[in-house]
C-alpha cells in the first residue's frame, strides 16, 4: 500500500495492528475520523489512554474494575459463597446480562493451553486454589467454554481442591455454548447456570 503521507502511514499501521482489522478496514477508518470534527479523534485517543492507564483489576475476582474491588465482590447482597469460575470478563458480562446468576466470579484470565504456551501458572488459579483453602466458599461452577482447553482448565483446577469440602459444577453442556460463552444467547446460559450438573457427572463423558 502506498501512502502520500507518512503521518496517515502511520496511523494506518497502527489501527491494523488490532485483531480482525486488515489494512484496508484501517485505512477507511482513519479516514473517516479525518472527515470528523478533531474532537472525536481526541475523545477517542483520550478515552483508550486514560483505559489502558487507569483500568484495575479487582483483588478479590481479577474482573476488570475501576477501583481495587470490583462492584460485585463489593456487593453485600450477592452470594460470596458461590464462585462462578470464567475466562475473561466477557464471560462476566455475558452472565450478569442472564440475571440468573447471585453469586460472585473468579476470572482466569485465560485457559491452559500448552500449544499457545499458556501454563498454569500463568492464569489466575493459584489466588482461587488460595480463596478455596479459606474455608468459605461452598460452591464452585465451571462455566468455561467447552474445548478441549477448557476441559483441561477445568480438570486442573478440580484437582487442585478436590480434597476441600467443597462442591463443585459446571454449566449444562450439549447446549449453544460454542468456543465463545459469550455468544450463547441470554436465555440458553442463563438456563445452564440454574441447571449446572454436579463437576463429577462431566468427567464421564471424557
Ligand atoms: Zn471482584
Same mark, same amino acid.
Not at 470464567?86 to 442472564?98: K, Q
Not at 449453544?176 to 441447571?195: K, P, W
Given at each position: 500500500?502506498?501512502?502520500?503521507?507518512?503521518?496517515?502511514?502511520?496511523?494506518?499501521?497502527?489501527?491494523?495492528?488490532?485483531?480482525?482489522?486488515?489494512?484496508?478496514?484501517? =485505512?477507511?477508518?482513519?479516514?473517516?475520523?479525518? !472527515?470528523?470534527?478533531?474532537? #472525536? *479523534?481526541?475523545? %477517542?485517543?483520550? @478515552? +483508550?489512554? $486514560?483505559?489502558?492507564?487507569?483500568?484495575?483489576?479487582?483483588?478479590?475476582?481479577?474482573?476488570?474494575?475501576?477501583?481495587?474491588?470490583?462492584?460485585?465482590?463489593?456487593?453485600?447482597?450477592?452470594?460470596?459463597?458461590?464462585?462462578?469460575?470464567?475466562?475473561?470478563?466477557?464471560?462476566?458480562?455475558?452472565?450478569?446480562?442472564?440475571?440468573?446468576?447471585?453469586?460472585?466470579?473468579?476470572?482466569?484470565?485465560?485457559?491452559?493451553?500448552?500449544?499457545?504456551?499458556?501454563?498454569?501458572?500463568? =492464569?489466575?488459579?493459584?489466588?482461587?486454589?488460595? !480463596?478455596?483453602?479459606?474455608? #468459605? *466458599?461452598?460452591? %464452585?461452577?465451571? @462455566? +468455561?467454554? $467447552?474445548?478441549?482447553?477448557?476441559?483441561?482448565?477445568?480438570?486442573?483446577?478440580?484437582?487442585?481442591?478436590?480434597?476441600?469440602?467443597?462442591?463443585?459444577?459446571?454449566?449444562?453442556?450439549?447446549?449453544?455454548?460454542?468456543?465463545?460463552?459469550?455468544?450463547?444467547?441470554?436465555?440458553?446460559?442463563?438456563?445452564?447456570?440454574?441447571?449446572?450438573?454436579?463437576?463429577?457427572?462431566?468427567?464421564?463423558?471424557?
Amino acid at each position: 500500500m502506498e501512502f502520500s503521507s507518512k503521518l496517515l502511514e502511520k496511523a494506518v499501521n497502527e489501527m491494523a495492528q488490532l485483531p480482525g482489522i486488515g489494512k484496508r478496514t484501517a =485505512l477507511r477508518l482513519v479516514l473517516h475520523l479525518l !472527515k470528523q470534527p478533531v474532537e #472525536q *479523534t481526541q475523545f %477517542l485517543s483520550q @478515552a +483508550l489512554t $486514560s483505559m489502558r492507564e487507569e483500568i484495575k483489576f479487582c483483588k478479590n475476582c481479577h474482573n476488570i474494575s475501576d477501583v481495587e474491588v470490583c462492584e460485585i465482590c463489593n456487593n453485600p447482597s450477592r452470594n460470596h459463597k458461590i464462585i462462578c469460575v470464567v475466562e475473561d470478563v466477557r464471560d462476566v458480562m455475558a452472565i450478569e446480562n442472564t440475571n440468573q446468576f447471585k453469586g460472585i466470579y473468579h476470572v482466569l484470565g485465560g485457559k491452559i493451553s500448552p500449544i499457545d504456551g499458556v501454563g498454569p501458572s500463568q =492464569l489466575n488459579i493459584k489466588s482461587l486454589v488460595d !480463596k478455596v483453602a479459606l474455608g #468459605q *466458599t461452598e460452591e %464452585l461452577i465451571f @462455566a +468455561l467454554s $467447552s474445548t478441549m482447553e477448557g476441559d483441561t482448565t477445568n480438570f486442573y483446577i478440580f484437582k487442585q481442591i478436590k480434597d476441600f469440602d467443597i462442591k463443585t459444577s459446571t454449566i449444562a453442556r450439549g447446549i449453544a455454548i460454542g468456543d465463545e460463552l459469550e455468544y450463547a444467547d441470554e436465555v440458553t446460559l442463563g438456563r445452564s447456570i440454574l441447571n449446572r450438573v454436579p463437576f463429577e457427572n462431566s468427567l464421564k463423558n471424557l
